[in-house]
C-alpha cells in the first residue's frame, strides 16, 4: 500500500468508507484507483504536505498574522529586502509537528495551521513547550 494511503485509513477529513474517492467519496470515474479527481488529489496534498499546506495556510489568513493582524510589507516597498528577515509570516501548528515536517502528515491538516508574524510565533512557540 502506497505511504498516502496507509495514512488516509487514520485521516479525519479523508472518505474511510472504502469504497469510491478516498477524499470526497464520490463514485470513482473508470481509470481512476483513488481520487475521482485532480481536485480531491490536490486537497489531500494540500492538507498533509507542509509545503504546499504552508502555502495555502498563508493564502486562507490573508497573509495576515492571526493573532495580531500584522501584514508584513510587500514586494514593492521600498525596505523590502531589509524587512524581509524580521517582517515576515510564518505558519505554526497549533498541535505540534515535531519531526513530521518532512513526512506526510495530519498534523498538516489547514485546520491545524495559523499564520504568524515572528513576534506572535516566538511567544507561541515558548508557550507551547
Ligand atoms: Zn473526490
Ligand atoms: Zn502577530
Ligand atoms: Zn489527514
Do not use: I
Not at 505511504?3 to 474511510?16: F, H, P, T, V, W
Not at 492538507?47 to 498563508?58: Q, V
Amino acid at each position: 500500500m502506497p505511504k498516502s494511503l496507509s495514512l488516509l485509513a487514520q485521516c479525519d477529513l479523508a472518505n474511510r468508507s472504502g469504497t469510491g474517492c478516498a477524499w470526497c467519496g464520490d463514485e470513482l470515474p473508470k481509470r481512476r484507483r483513488t481520487w475521482c479527481s485532480d481536485r480531491c488529489a490536490t486537497a489531500f496534498w494540500t492538507n498533509h504536505w507542509w509545503t504546499l499546506a504552508r502555502r495555502a495556510a498563508r493564502r486562507r489568513d490573508k497573509y495576515r498574522c492571526k493573532r495580531c493582524g500584522h501584514k508584513p510589507v510587500g514586494r514593492a516597498h521600498p525596505s523590502y529586502r531589509k524587512l524581509r528577515k524580521t517582517d515576515r509570516l510564518e505558519v505554526n501548528h497549533v498541535q505540534q509537528a515535531l519531526g513530521d515536517h518532512r513526512r506526510l502528515s495530519c498534523k498538516h491538516h489547514l485546520q491545524n495551521l495559523e499564520t504568524l508574524c515572528l513576534d506572535c510565533h516566538k511567544s507561541v512557540t515558548r508557550s507551547q513547550r
